[in-house]
């Protein structure tokens, strides 16, 4: 992202200005506003409202990136390409974009004269070029398939990134997979940091452990993760299949998030117990008193608000198992998972059409 921190105050304007305007729409006097006006205001103000607050919500994380790397916070190199170096790469790059199988690079490259260099700041979750910030998280999109160091004059320093898709556009057209590539200039005496930061993306090593992750090197089996659709197996901390594009799961990762499940799960499953044990009497047999309290509805109306608080409970039963077997196994489930949405299904289809 371009100067993140300006575009960070310029969002944060524009969703003040919408507050501003959304108040004013229900402040103005009934009788000195006209209805096109109020319209107006309501319309500006909840739309810098969502992107104005959207903006500055994301630019604020690059913003908070870039300061990262400025205190020197999980810093890998430092390094400055000089003027000659900087237009050789500008001119390499455009040459690889032309050839086929080359992937398109998100390094914003101006077009305007650069008189004084570039400074290139590598952390180990981020790099920034100049005033442009790309993060890179450890685990999460875009992924880092690949990490090389092109010799050359300047040395290129490409990461080809990997966007999962999912989900679906505007337009309702799913959104598919899409590869890309980080490629920056490496400065004059520069070269060993350089493959030090190659290393560093590319993973092979340990890395850091957390709650989530071990250290990926192979020496823990609860670092192992396993591809559910092409059974491809890797101890490196990946978040989605190279091979196949699914998204990959650690036996420790599952295990954890198992926890989730099953504490989410009892407590659903709990709550609606409860409920059911106070309300299904008197669902059962509408008009009749139970423990002082009584259903007035139809009986068809009954069944069906009992169908859904079963639904409900059967819900967070199967979570409640599934996050159980989670814990033991370290391993998903894909029929669990449909299941799970099969009763999420149920449950929409009561609520709406019975």
């Known amino acids: ?71 020197g916070e999980d810093l890998l190199a430092r390094w400055r390409v000089d003027t000659a170096a900087w237009r050789a790469f500008v001119a390499r790059d455009r040459q690889w974009s032309q050839e086929a199988g080359t992937l398109p690079n998100e390094l914003f490259l101006p077009t305007e004269a650069v008189t004084e260099g570039i400074e290139v700041i590598v952390g180990r979750t981020a790099v920034q070029v100049g005033p442009r910030i790309h993060q890179l998280p450890r685990r999460g999109t875009p992924e880092i398939t690949a990490a090389t160091l092109h010799d050359g004059q300047p040395p290129v320093i490409e990461l080809q990134l990997y966007y999962p898709g999912g989900g679906h556009g505007a337009s309702g057209i799913p959104r598919s997979a899409t590869r890309s590539a980080l490629r920056f200039p490496v400065g004059a005496e520069a070269l060993r940091a350089a493959g030090m930061v190659v290393g560093h993306f590319r993973g092979g090593g340990p890395q850091a452990a957390d709650f989530f992750h071990g250290t990926g090197d192979g ?136």
Do not use: K
Request: net charge positive; proline share 3%.
């Open 219 to 354: 020496s823990d089996p609860e670092d192992l993760s396993r591809c559910a659709q092409c059974g491809h197996e890797t101890y490196q901390l990946m978040s989605h299949c190279p091979q196949c594009g699914q998204s990959l799961q650690s036996r420790r990762w599952s295990r954890r998030f198992g926890w989730v499940l099953l504490g989410g799960g009892l407590l659903i499953s709990g709550v609606m117990g409860w409920v059911l044990w106070v309300t299904g009497p008197m669902l059962l047999n509408p008009g009749t008193s139970v423990g002082g309290t009584r259903f007035s509805g139809a009986p068809t109306q009954g069944r069906i608000a009992l169908a859904m608080l079963l639904a409900v409970t059967a819900f967070g039963v199967t979570a409640a198992v599934y996050g159980l077997r989670q814990i033991l196994t370290g391993r998903r489930s894909a029929w669990m998972i449909r299941c799970l949405v099969g009763l999420c299904a149920v449950v929409l289809l009561l609520a709406l059409f019975l």
């Open 1 to 71: 992202m371009h100067h993140p921190h300006r575009w960070r105050a310029i969002g944060l304007g524009f969703f003040a200005s919408g507050a501003l305007a959304a108040l004013a729409a229900w402040l103005l006097p009934v009788a000195g506003a006209q209805d096109a006006v109020r319209a107006s205001l309501v319309i500006y103000g909840s739309t810098a409202i969502l992107f104005g607050g959207g903006t500055a919500l994301f630019r604020h994380f690059d913003a908070r990136a870039m300061d990262a790397l400025a205190r």
